[in-house]
């Protein structure tokens, strides 16, 4: 399994984007990126997958270059409740795969 | 996507005693797992509990001390036995659906032993 690397923690004001970049250098051909966002008392909630380039949903976006070794998690036009902890993590997307989570990278958004 | 549900929301129990923890999916999923969190820390990955047959552990779990069932596709339980005050945590329960895609989560069991 890859190991990936998140920065511990991250401040930004609402309305500011925030880009977090996890690094990931022995990310093999097959491995997916994923991303997960959690809320104090909640679990982990799926935000944005992907294998490599640019994919955009309604909540983010995910810049992944062409050498696959780190990623970028983009958090538009932030707000107080997207204050949470963002998990980066890599992996086969297969239905055998167990989900190991790393440290994560605390956000605080402030008013 | 799925929804897992989680019972008990929270409990306070006795060392020595055993609690055993719910998971029920509104719809049939491949995998099931089980992870614990201590407060503010990351998810660590206890067993992925596997339909019909003993659940798989990861290093540091037994199945003496968090023995696993999972009967069909939609539901599990995790019993966390002979507790101590160190099994104070929260227990999630996670699914992933259709063999492919994510991982969903309930909103865990906080645990706390006295």
């Known amino acids: 399994l890859a190991k990936t690397t998140q920065p511990i923690s991250m401040d930004s004001y609402e309305g500011q984007e925030v880009n977090i970049t996890c690094s990931h250098n022995?990310?093999?051909?097959?491995?997916?990126i994923t991303w997960y966002q959690q809320f104090p008392s909640q679990g982990p909630r799926f935000i944005i997958q992907?294998?490599?380039t640019k994919v955009t949903n309604e909540v983010a976006s995910l810049f992944i270059p062409a050498d696959r070794k780190s990623s970028t998690l983009s958090l538009p036009r932030v707000s107080l409740s997207d204050t949470a902890v963002y998990y980066c993590?890599?992996?086969?997307?297969?239905?055998?795969?167990?989900?190991?989570f790393g440290a994560g990278t605390r956000l605080f958004v402030k008013a | 996507s799925a929804v897992i549900s989680q019972k008990p929301s929270r409990d306070i129990c006795q060392r020595g005693t055993s609690l055993t923890i719910q998971c029920q999916v509104d719809?049939?999923?491949?995998?099931m797992f089980w992870y614990r969190q201590q407060p503010g820390q990351s998810l660590t990955l206890i067993a992925t509990?596997?339909?019909?047959?003993?659940?798989?552990?990861e290093s540091g779990f037994v199945i003496d001390k968090f023995p696993i069932s999972r009967p069909n596709l939609t539901f599990s339980t995790l019993t966390v036995s002979n507790m101590s005050p160190e099994d104070s945590s929260i227990y999630l329960c996670?699914?992933?659906?259709?063999?492919?895609?994510?991982?969903?989560f309930g909103n865990g069991t906080r645990l706390t032993v006295t």
């Open positions: 992907g294998y490599k």
């Open positions: 993590l890599v992996g086969l997307n297969t239905g055998g795969f167990k989900t190991i």
């Open positions: 022995n990310i093999a051909t097959n491995d997916y």
């Open positions: 509990a596997n339909q019909g047959s003993e659940a798989t552990y």
């Open positions: 996670s699914a992933r659906e259709g063999g492919v895609g994510p991982l969903h």
């Open positions: 719809s049939q999923v491949t995998m």
